[in-house]
C-alpha cells in the first residue's frame, strides 16, 4: 500500500554533575521546585554561560561509538523563541557547526542488518518544566539548563518496527558508556518522529508532506503513533484532503490514552528561530586549544552492545536471543563473564594430571555455560521480578554464583533446592557454604533419617503403595515426590529412591 519514511530526533539528558553552562547540580528534584537554580540558569540579565566540559567528552564518547566525526571547530548558538519555559527568550544549542557530524547506527532486524545514516549530534540545554492547574501555570526552573544531547537521524528508517529497535539500541549504547541513563518513561530520553510516506498512484509516486510526532514517551508509542499517522496520512490523501496542497511540516501530538493523534499547530520554519552565534561562548578549534583528548576518550570507549552480544553468542555457545538478554545491561554481562571466568578458574584448580587448561575447559564448558545463561535468565530474573529489584542492587557476588553452579553441576543439589538456595543468597547475599550448611537446607543423607521419612510415606499412602506392588511403577514417583516434600528437598534423592525401593517392592518381586 505504501512505504514509510522515517527520521528520529532524539533527546538524550547527559549524566553530567552540573547543568551545561552553569554550576548547579544536574539533578531533578520534583519534589523541590526551584530549589536547584542560579542567575544562569534562570537567565537573569549578565549572567554568563561557561561550558560543561564533562557534557563534551560525552558527547564526543557518544559520537565516536556512532562512527561519526568530531568535528575541529564548533560553536554554540542562541535559538530563539519566545516560551515562559525559557526564561532567557533563547536557548542555547548548535546550529550550523554542531560538536558531531554525520555517523550510523547498525541495526539488527530478524533477517538483515540495516545501516541507519545519522546527520548530526548537538549539544543544548534543557527548558524549565511548566505545569497547569486551573487557569495558572507553574514553572519549575531545575530541569533548566541540564545539558542535553540531541542526535538527528537521516530519513532511513523504513517501519516503526524499525523505529522502536533503533531506539533501543541507542538507549543501550547511552547505558553502556554510562552517559545517560535514557529511560523514557523519566524523560531522560525523548523522541520526536518525522514521517511521511511514498506510494503510487495513477501511475505516479506520491510523497506526502512531513508531520512531526511529539510527546512520545515508550518504545511502543512510538511504534504505534507512527502506525496511525501513516494512515491518517494515507486516507487524507486518497480523500483530497488538506494534505494534498499542503507546504512544509506540521506537528502533531500523540494521546497515549486514547491512542489518537491530535493536530496541535502549524510548526514555524527553521529561519524562524534567528539562529545567531552565541556571543558569551567563544568558538571552539581543537586544533589550537587542544582542550579535550579525543585519542584518550576513545580508548577509553567500552565495548559496545552490539560486539559484545557477537562474542557472547560466539564464545559462551549461546543463542542470538540469549546473548541479547545476557548483554542487554552492562552490569549483567559484567557479571556474566566474570562468574564464567571464576568457572574456569575453578575447573583448573581441579588436579587432572593429563589435560592442559584448553582440554579441560572444552570438556566441560558447555554444560557449564548452558547452567550460567539458564540460571540467571530464568530464575534471577524471576527473582528480580517477583522481589521488585534490580542488577545494580543484586547481593550475590560472582564468586558465589559460581560456587552455586559448581554444586548443581557436581549434583550436589536437587532442582528444587537449587531454586531455594538461589533465593536465600538473594535475599541475604551470604555465602552459598553457610546457608548450605544452616538447618534448613542441611542435607539429609543419613540412611536412619531418611528410613524414617519413607516410613511416614508409606504408612499414609497404602493404596498408592498397593497400586506399585500391582504393577503401577510410576506411582513411586508420587511416593518419592512426598518423601523430598516431607524432608523440605533436603534429602539425597538417590538414597530415597533406594530406600524406598527395597522397602515396598517386596510384596512386587514376591510374586
Ligand atoms: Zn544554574
Redesign the pocket.
Known sequence: MFKFIIGLEIHLELKTK??M????ENKLDLSHPNS???????GQPGALPVVNRLALEQAISLGLSLNSRVAEKFKFDRKNYFYPDLPKGYQISQYDHPIIAGGYLDIDLSNERRKIRLNRIHLEEDTAKLSHSGDNTLIDFNR??IPLVEIVTEPDLKSPEEAKIFLQELQLIARYLNISDADMEKGQMRCDVNVNISFDKDEREIKTPITEIKNLNSFKAVERALGFEANRQYEEYIAGGEIVRRQGKITVGWDENKEKIIVQRIKEGITDYRYFPEPDIPFFDSTVDNFININNLRSSLPELPCIRRERFERSYDLSKEEAKILTSQKIMADFTEHVVSELKAWLISLETVEDSEQEIWTKHRSKLLKLVSSWIINRLFYLFQTHHENFENLKITPENFAEFIILIYENKVSGTMAQKLLEEMFITGADVDKIIQSEDFKRVDNTTEIENIVQKVIDKNAEMVKAYQNGRINVLQFLIGQAMKDSKDRADPKLLKQIFEAKISVKYIEQ
Open positions: 552540573t547543568k553552562f552553569c554550576f548547579c536547584n537554580i542560579c542567575p544562569v540558569c534562570t533548566s539548563g
